[in-house]
């Protein structure tokens, strides 16, 4: 499945407050795994 691959902590500003950001990657071979 997914993965993280980085964080911004409280990168983005909205409704008032910060937010961090969670980056996520996936591979196409750990997909095509799933699959079969």
Same mark, same amino acid.
């Given at each position: 499945?997914?993965?993280?691959? =980085?964080?911004?902590?409280?990168?983005?500003?909205?409704? =008032?407050?910060?937010h961090?950001i969670?980056?996520?990657?996936?591979?196409?071979?750990?997909?095509?795994?799933e699959?079969?």
């Open positions: 499945g997914f993965s993280v691959e =980085g964080n911004l902590k409280e990168e983005l500003f909205r409704f =008032g407050s910060y961090d969670h980056i996520m990657g996936l591979l196409r071979k750990d997909l095509e795994n699959k079969a």
